[in-house]
């Protein structure tokens, strides 16, 4: 079995592959002082509930916050056995390298949903990607991850303006029967949802444009079925695109490393 972990800054995800299919996702609250220990507190405690034969063989790390690392490589080693494969780190070798400028450090998220994208569709795609950023990856027609556009995530810009605007409450994104709000709590929801309908076909658009040739847009992440139900933003919604690169980006260093 292939444990996959997918570290962003607001959750955490766990996935066991068992080479055909997904057994179980379990997700939790990323935190950069949770232990290992505490981690497979956690981890054992669910698989014991989804009555689930742990044979951990591999496990594969992508995170953005790199504090985290650190005792997710604790937790693999002490408790399968298991030295992980961290993507983006130097030994982690990817099945297309990245062209971006000099210097430039890829989020292991990006990488891995690009090597899903490929996988899934072949190149010239854009991800649109739904955390705590709404990234935006553009993939190559060889597979290459070539850039993209980071753009601040739904739920963040609710946050930000709940702390800017005293006045303001807090609401749940959802999809408004009207653009023209008769409250307050109707007015926020269709300015951040049509907001971010326009943003997403705004952006990819222009990337279209500025690529030059057709392209295939992939919705992903825990809001993307929401804004799909906005408008035609995208051709196709994979709930587990960025877990999906993560077998792939394993398969590829289990064959060739």
Known sequence: MLLCIDCGNTNT??????????????????????????????????????????????????????????????????????????VGKPECLLPHAPRVDAGTAVGPDRLANAAAAYDRHGGNSVVVDFGTAT????????????????????????????????????????????????????????????????????????????YGRPMKVIGTGGLAPLFAQGELLFDTIEDDLTMHGLTVIHAYNKKNG
């Open 13 to 86: 995800v766990f996935s066991i592959w068992d080479g055909e299919s997904w057994l179980c996702t379990l997700r939790t609250s990323t935190h950069h002082a949770r232990t290992a220990d505490a981690y497979f507190t956690w981890f054992s405690t669910l698989i014991a509930h989804y009555d689930i034969k742990l044979e951990i063989e591999d496990v594969v790390i992508a995170s953005t916050v790199p504090r985290v690392v650190w005792n997710l490589r604790v937790f693999a080693d002490r408790f399968f056995g298991v030295r992980p494969l961290v």
């Open 135 to 210: 990234n935006f990856d553009v993939v190559a027609e060889d597979g290459a991850y070539v850039g993209g556009v980071i753009a601040p995530g739904v739920n963040l810009s609710l946050e930000a303006l709940g702390k800017g605007a005293a006045a303001l409450p807090h609401v749940d994104i959802t999809q408004p029967e009207r653009v023209i709000g008769t409250n307050t709590v109707a007015c926020i929801q269709s300015g951040v949802f049509w907001g971010y309908v326009g943003l997403i076909h705004g952006i990819t658009e222009k990337i279209k444009a500025e």
